[in-house]
């Protein structure tokens, strides 16, 4: 939050979702409006008290427009920088899905248990989390978009990636076997820190009675919980050494790496060679 709400100010949601405030009431909120739901909007949520619908997300409709929100927006201009509030995902699917991912994907490493050991995975979150069950997926958005999906993929193969949400994989016999042991249920305490986190919490069931659980997660990734430079490397060597080759992926990555001191026309120089036939 940009200031205390006694004087006004700026809050801010995970999600993409900015919401304006005087001393008295809401001013609006400009990004994915609160009434919206559904994966295809990663800031959406439940209507809360005092939202009216559609008309309440945007100030323009109103009657307010932008530019009465200014004092706002400039209050912290050249102080606090918000493109530095973003999040990089680890894994291909809705970021959503990361903490119950992560930590069904900790509890593997740390009790030594595999996906046939397992008889049931509960996954507690929030509502707009515990939406994303559309199972078995039909397609790659599908299985980028479903909890069961994720979860299971990711216990099924130890990894995340792009070969688990592809179109090839989606008939696997194993993952849609465990991804319909997997259940999700809703959670108070998640749900009331929703937008401003994104949590979730894991129990895995096994068949010789022991269970084991998490604690409550977020999503690695964040401005306040970030990966580290030798995980974003080797996502970025994961996705462009694939298309683009070895050679390629390591000249990107030299001159991205270097962009603070060198012209931004040496990136577009080297993607013209390396794309453009």
């Not at 801010?12 to 809401?26: H, K, P, Q, S």
């Not at 090839?168 to 849609?176: A, F, H, K, M, T």
């Not at 009331?192 to 998490?214: I, W, Y």
Request: negative net charge.
């Amino acid at each position: 939050m940009a200031q205390g709400k006694e004087g006004g100010g700026i809050r801010i949601g995970r999600g993409m979702r900015l919401e304006f405030f005087d001393a008295n009431a809401r001013i609006g909120t400009v990004g994915y409006p609160q009434h919206v739901r559904g994966p295809s909007r990663p800031g959406g949520g439940t209507r809360g008290p005092g939202d009216q619908g559609k008309d309440n997300c945007c100030p323009a409709r109103r009657g307010r427009g932008l530019h009465t929100l200014r004092p706002y927006l400039l209050g912290s201009l050249g102080e606090e920088w918000l493109i530095l509030r973003q999040y990089f995902k680890l894994y291909p699917t809705c970021r959503w899905t990361h903490p119950a991912v992560e930590g069904v994907d900790a509890l593997r490493r740390k009790y030594g248990f595999t996906h046939r050991d397992v008889e049931r995975i509960d996954v507690e979150t929030f509502e707009e989390a515990a939406g994303l069950t559309k199972f078995p997926p039909e397609h790659s958005d599908g299985a980028q978009y479903c909890m069961q999906w994720a979860v299971a993929a990711m216990l099924v193969d130890g990894t995340l990636g792009v070969e688990q949400v592809s179109l090839g994989r989606l008939s696997d016999p194993e993952v849609i076997e465990l991804g319909r042991r997997v259940r999700v249920h809703v959670a108070e305490d998640i749900q009331e820190r929703f937008p401003e986190e994104c949590l979730a919490r894991v129990t895995v069931t096994l068949r010789d009675g022991r269970s084991f659980s998490t604690g409550t997660l977020g999503a690695r990734g964040d401005y306040d919980n970030p990966l580290s430079d030798d995980e974003l490397e080797e996502k970025f060597r994961e996705l462009v050494a694939g298309s683009l080759g070895e050679e390629a992926c390591e000249e990107l990555r030299e001159v991205v790496d270097t962009l603070d001191v060198r012209p931004a026309e040496d990136l577009v120089s080297v993607l013209r060679r390396r794309l453009l036939p």
